[in-house]
């Protein structure tokens, strides 16, 4: 089935490491939720897309982003460079707040899989992000950071995914921002039973309402 364009987003492209997005932004917005996609995925994922829409409905702005370009994409070591992942989630926060539309909203990272790891990288960089999500993510990717990271962050992991839970468990202990570690009941990794999606969407939409319109110290 072909992917069409949201009809409430538009194609951006941010310089100048040439990253492609879907851009939406919802009147009123009270924030921006920056994705970091897993491996394999990407702006064009229909399950990004569902998640993105479902949260321009909770009154959030979004920003899906090709973290790779397509040439690097061919390298597999790159879906698992975090530090690049991470710098390029960097540019595509440094978009959003040089960008007239959104520089006055407080942004936000969602994470999936490995991009959950650069996202909590990325976030452990200064203190402009106000909050983090991670659904079925790896953020042990990013373990020696994770003390510096000052984002209230809030991971999410479904009950079936064995191992990622206890990675996600040795992250929330060594996280030292708020946090939350929530188990999704009857969710495999990539949420796929019916309603543990819709689920996770709440939750992160819960989340990012409540803290992005405030200081990412939480003060």
Sequence with gaps: MAFSVPQDVEPVLIEPEAIAGF????????????????SGSGRFSPRNNYVAAAL????????????????????RRN???????????????????????????????????????AALRAASVGSDI??????????????????MVRAPTLLLVGSLDGPVI?????AYEALTSKKRLLIVNGAGHLFEEPGTMDEVIQHAADWFVEHLGRPANGE
């Design 166 to 170: 206890e990675l996600n468990r040795r």
């Design 130 to 147: 106000g909050a983090v999500v991670s659904r079925g993510g790896r953020p042990d990717l990013a373990m020696d950071v994770l003390p």
């Design 23 to 38: 851009f939406g932004m919802p009147a009123g917005s009270t924030g921006l939720v920056i994705f970091a996609h897993g």
């Design 56 to 75: 321009r409905q909770s009154g959030l702005a979004t920003l899906l982003v090709d973290l790779l370009r397509p040439d690097e994409e061919l390298d």
């Design 79 to 117: 879906v698992f460079d975090i530090d690049l992942l991470a710098a390029r989630l960097l540019a595509a926060k440094r978009w959003a707040f040089e960008a007239p539309a959104t520089s006055h909203l407080r942004a936000g990272y969602f994470g999936a899989s490995t991009g959950a790891g």
